[in-house]
């Protein structure tokens, strides 16, 4: 939900945590314990679960190698769901006329980077850079083109605009900031 009036305007950013990273998480954890089950019932020698079956599958080397990758799944399914529950890479945009100032908030990992916050002044925003690649996925990026020449991407590559949709927001964007459009 933004929040916008004719001096501040604030843009909430969705991180991680989303109906695919949910769904690749679980389908990731699945096939991890799918891996390790067959690993252990191939040392076993006996199925631990029947529509599993693991007779024609030697331990070694197979059943080892199927209990390594289950557990580089496993852990690979660990970061996903914490990446979930901190939400990480979610936060806002604010753009606020009246003082000047536009900020960008980020959550980032645990530790002493985990806010992640950026300000500078709007006096030195050269203009709204919007990159679109019109190819298969059709993706753009919504950038901010400081007079250093550094560029802020505001948008994440994931984000679910198209193409139209992407022009409106960098033209709204430029118009509050009264700055102009670079695009290519």
Do not use: H
Not at 14 to 25: L, T
Not at 123 to 132: A, F, P
């Amino acid at each position: 939900m933004d929040t916008k009036s004719e001096f501040l305007w604030i843009e909430k950013v969705v991180g991680s945590r989303r109906f695919s990273n949910v769904f690749w998480a679980l389908v990731v954890l699945l096939g991890a314990l799918g891996f390790i089950l067959v690993g252990l019932s191939s040392y076993l020698n006996k199925d631990i679960i029947s529509f599993l079956p693991s007779q024609s599958i030697t331990f070694t080397p197979q059943g080892l190698v199927m209990c390594f990758y289950g557990i580089g799944g496993f852990f690979l399914s660990l970061y996903l769901w914490f990446a979930i529950l901190w939400d990480v890479g979610s936060g806002y945009n604010e753009f606020d006329r009246c003082e000047g100032v536009i900020s960008i908030f980020r959550w980032g990992f645990p530790g002493k980077n985990r806010r992640i916050r950026i300000r500078f002044l709007v006096e030195d925003v050269q203009s709204i850079r919007l990159e679109l690649k019109d190819n298969l996925s059709s993706r753009g990026l919504i950038s901010i083109r400081l007079k250093n020449q550094q560029d802020v991407p505001l948008t994440q590559q994931k984000d679910s605009l198209n193409l139209s949709e992407m022009e409106e927001k960098a033209a709204q964007l430029a118009r509050f900031l009264r700055v102009p459009i670079e695009g290519f």
